[in-house]
């Protein structure tokens, strides 16, 4: 599926998107489709050379973007971030919290490193570019905060003990804090995605994407536009009533 099929019909003139992972994958889909609805997006990730490779088409497609380097591992490279955009744009009016990392393996052989690096990255993450965009947000009265977790936060799966605990709290996260938000007119989402073709995906072998496939009734991988298409519509003025909620796009694996 090319993005000209997706039909998009949203504008977010005059709006600022943070991106986190828009380098690749993802990441990179929802950033081209919110710069097409006219957003000016901020491009996060630490491969800077990537992210540069983004904006370019972004820009050649006639969109608007910008690079910034950020390892969301860091609380510094975070706050670094946010600071540049307060003063950049005065503004922040989407936030997607997409960056996010597999360390897969069964949970009696998994080591502190891998736990912790999990949680710090997917997780604490999101916490903190939550809570300075919230700040952000609060101000203008306005805003969209969506956390890409993914149905393992909600279903589980064996190998992933970390990276569902991580998603898992996402969505823990996102419901909270769309409570915390809705006076606000800030609204608060998740998108849960099942198998979604990616570098991420691809690391789990032919064999295992075999057996997956299998399992999901539209009998095929996600595109990562399956997925940018949600985002793009939690982001838009017609989502303004669905907060709190997490959204699965999964070919309907999970039903
Ligand atoms: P991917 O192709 O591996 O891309 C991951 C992105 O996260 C990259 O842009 C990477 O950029 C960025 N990232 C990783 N660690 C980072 C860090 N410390 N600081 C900043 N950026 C970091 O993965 P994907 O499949 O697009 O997944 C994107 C998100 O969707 C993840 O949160 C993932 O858990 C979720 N998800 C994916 C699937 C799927 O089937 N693909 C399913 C459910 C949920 P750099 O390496 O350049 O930093």
Known sequence: MSHTDLGLATDLSGQVALVTGASQGLGKACAERLAECKAHVVCAARSVDKLQATVEGIVAAGGSAEVVA?????????AEVFA????KHQRLDILLNNAGITRDTLLPRMSDEQWEDVIQTNLTSCFLCCRAASRIMMGARYGRIINMASVSGLIGNPGQTNYSASKAGMIGLTRSLSRELGKRKITVNAIAPGFIESDMTKALGDDILKEVKKRIPANRLGHPDDVAAVAVFLASPAASYITGQVITVDGGMTV
């Not at 540049?84 to 003063?87: P, S, T, V, W, Y």
């Open 70 to 78: 950020c390892d969301v591992g860091s609380k510094e490279s975070i």
């Open 84 to 87: 540049n955009i307060e003063a």
